[in-house]
């Protein structure tokens, strides 16, 4: 593997965990159309930051894959999953952050005539925002968990980092399936700052890795 792709993937990778701990800092909590468009700009501010994450995080991976590609079942598997946890994510952040400011925006004054269809269009956005949370969360930890077997697999990198990701790979998916709700804005905390542990020490081996030590 090219040590430039290796090193600007590890890179890209610390940078992306790092909007998305800045995401979940400033994202604004829920409330109704009043209290939205109040905090309007910070929602966009936060939710362009989510998407800018994904993309930045996205080059990460692909250089993740490309370092892991001798096991190619586990390395290409984990990269489809990952593509649709970002996709994923994406249509989250874009449905929340963007379209529904500008919904409330293009809407004008709330009066009683108009609270009802708002209110009804905030319900619809917020169940598919969920829909989108759960297969981000799902199928980034999907992703985690072929990459951790592949880096134990291989010993391209640390086995320990595979070990780590194997650990809260299995334990997300484990949790959501008996119940634990992480498509709120607490659990979705929870859950990105879990992966940004694994993201960073992953990030900071790529990018540290001697070039005598490549594949």
């Known amino acids: 593997m090219d040590r430039r792709l290796e090193k600007s993937s590890g890179v890209a990778i610390i940078i992306g965990s790092v909007f998305m701990v800045l995401t979940m ?18 929602t966009i501010a936060s939710h362009s930051l989510a998407i800018l994450s994904i993309i930045v995080l996205s080059y990460g991976m692909v ?49 009683s005539e108009n609270n009802d269809m708002i209110r009804a269009v905030l319900i619809y956005n917020y169940s598919l925002n969920k ?34 990701g194997l650990v809260v790979g299995i334990l997300a998916i484990a949790m959501t399936l008996f119940g634990f709700v992480f498509t709120d804005l607490q659990g979705l905390r929870i859950f990105i700052g879990a992966f940004v542990v694994w993201l960073v020490a992953v ?6 890795r001697p070039a005598t030590l490549q594949a």
């Open 25 to 42: 800092v400033l994202h604004p909590t829920g409330g109704d159309a009043a209290h939205i468009r109040q905090m309007s700009d910070i």
């Open 63 to 111: 250089g993740l894959a490309i370092k892991l590609k001798s096991d190619i079942v586990l390395s290409y598997g984990g990269a489809v999953l990952f593509a649709f946890s970002a996709v994923a994510v994406m249509m989250a952040a874009t449905l929340n952050g963007l379209a529904v400011p500008f919904f409330l925006e293009r809407m004008g004054e709330i009066t």
């Open 131 to 164: 829909a989108f949370d759960l297969v981000f969360i799902l199928a980034l930890s999907g992703a985690a968990i072929l990459w951790s077997w592949a880096i134990v697999r291989t010993g391209l990198l640390k086995k320990w980092l595979g070990f780590l």
């Open 203 to 208: 990030g900071v081996a790529l990018a540290r």
